[in-house]
């Protein structure tokens, strides 16, 4: 009995909480949407395992920097991105 | 014969019990206040039953891809780090001011997946992962994801969480940049 009421209350509080990340999702909209990877420091890591997943990656997000660099292309990857219905609400 | 006295009045002094001690405000409801040992294990047992019936006839996708690493980093950074924080970071509000805590996920945890190397175990540890972001942790600060973002991005975040705690400040920093918008490949 007691510890029903109990959980009764504390979604309470979870509801107070989760309101609160409503806020924390809205603002995660605004910020951090463009950066540059910092792919200079890439060249300090030591191990280079080609098949690592996370290797692959890095290796993958650095290398269309290069593509950026020459601006072409660039349009071609972005028109795709947006035919696809992906419910990515990143984009505009 | 004593029987059909003593149980319906045990229960009965228990239910008034309950209900006075509910009324009397005596309950610290402050999330300042950690639970008492009892509560606590309740709450997670309750927690960890439900979690690992629920979700243990998931379908896992392959969680190895490059894509699925990068699609996951960047939303991970975007939504997560507020409370779960990233590579370099200690502390932040939301870390320190939830309660139940929220877990950093940096960090390789002992006490929450219970893999011993073992295949099964870290399935169940991807599915469960994956049955908390979509669905959410009533009673503490962890959101349905599953509402706004469909199961392939949240099973892109599984992907990356699986990577997070061995990343470096560095590696964190070059698998989350959302640049442009190539950040959401798949």
Redo the contacts between chains.
């Keep these: 009995?007691?510890?029903i009421?109990?959980?009764i209350?504390?979604?309470g509080?979870?509801l107070l909480?989760?309101s609160?990340?409503v806020f924390?999702?809205d603002r995660?909209?605004h910020?951090?949407?463009?950066?540059?990877?910092?792919?200079e420091?890439?060249k300090?890591?030591d191990h280079m395992d080609k098949m690592d997943?996370?290797m692959?990656?890095?290796m993958?997000?650095?290398s269309?920097?290069h593509d950026?660099d020459h601006e072409h292309g660039?349009n071609d990857?972005?028109d795709k991105?947006d035919d696809d219905h992906?419910?990515?609400d990143?984009?505009h | 014969m004593k029987c059909k006295i003593i149980i319906p009045s045990t229960l009965a002094l228990?239910?008034i019990?309950?209900?006075s001690?509910?009324y009397s405000g005596l309950?610290p409801?402050g999330?300042d206040v950690p639970h008492t040992k009892l509560?606590y294990w309740?709450?997670e047992t309750l927690r960890e039953r439900s979690i690992a019936r629920a979700s243990s006839k998931l379908q896992i996708p392959d969680l190895?891809?490059?894509?699925m690493?990068?699609a996951g980093?960047?939303d991970y950074?975007?939504?997560c780090t507020?409370?779960h924080l990233k590579p370099g970071q200690q502390k932040s509000d939301?870390s320190q001011g939830?309660y139940p805590q929220p877990p950093n996920l940096t960090k390789d945890t002992d006490d929450h997946d219970h893999s011993h190397g073992d295949n099964s175990d870290i399935d169940q540890a991807a599915r469960r992962q994956f049955w908390i972001i979509k669905h959410?942790i009533?009673?503490?600060?962890m959101?349905a994801w599953g509402l706004?973002?469909?199961d392939?991005?949240i099973w892109a975040m599984v992907a990356f969480l699986k990577?997070l705690p061995?990343?470096?400040e560095?590696?964190y920093?070059?698998?989350t940049?959302?640049?442009?918008?190539?950040?959401?490949?798949?």
Excluded at chain 1, 31 to 39: F, H, L, N, S, Y
Excluded at chain 2, 64 to 67: G, I, R
Excluded at chain 2, 138 to 141: E, N, R
Excluded at chain 2, 177 to 186: D, T
């Design positions: 009995m007691k510890k009421n109990l959980k209350a504390l979604t509080i979870a909480l989760v609160s990340t924390a999702h995660s909209k910020k951090g949407k463009q950066e540059a990877p910092d792919c420091a890439m300090d890591m997943p996370v692959m990656a890095m993958e997000q650095c269309d920097e950026d660039d990857h972005e991105h992906h419910g990515n990143e984009h | 228990a239910a019990a309950g209900l001690f509910l309950y409801m999330a509560t309740v709450l190895n891809s490059p894509a690493l990068l980093g960047a950074n975007d939504m507020s409370c939301m939830l959410g009533k009673a503490s600060g959101p706004t973002h469909d392939e991005r990577k061995q990343l470096t560095q590696q920093q070059i698998i940049a959302r640049k442009g918008n190539s950040g959401m490949q798949h």
